[in-house]
Nanobody, 124 residues
């Protein structure tokens, strides 16, 4: 059974940093794409970043390029999202997701497995 558990959310001031973690189990990391998504109140969910378990290739949506960094520890089946220079508009529930095709990262934001989410709040 695929399980994804996010952690690391919280309250931070604008300009600050947070590091989100996604602990994955039930699948072989190398065979999957792992993505981070977010959903702000009243808005649709959007893809933020993803990484291919096969080769570590990464992708970022334009609004977070240069501020967010995704990384993986395949030995620990964990993916991190380092977020810097946070802005109030980054406030959202952040979700980790997985898809059983590494090349999904960079080609589509359609993922089948989801975590429960972690709240990130950036105050101005």
């Amino acid at each position: 059974e695929v399980q994804l558990v996010e952690s690391g959310g919280g309250l931070v001031q604008a300009g600050g940093s947070l590091r989100l973690s996604c602990a994955a189990s039930g699948f072989t990391f190398d065979d999957y794409a792992i993505g981070w998504f977010r959903q702000a109140p009243g808005k649709e969910r959007e893809g933020v970043s993803c990484i291919r378990g096969s080769d570590g290739s990464t992708y970022y949506t334009d609004s977070v390029k240069g501020r967010f960094t995704i990384s993986s520890d395949n030995a620990k089946n964990t993916v991190h999202l380092q977020m810097k220079s946070l802005k109030p508009e980054d406030t959202a529930v952040y979700y980790c997701a997985a898809e059983s095709w590494p090349n999904r990262c960079g080609s589509s934001w359609s993922y089948n497995y989801w975590g429960q989410g972690t709240q990130v709040t950036v105050s101005s």
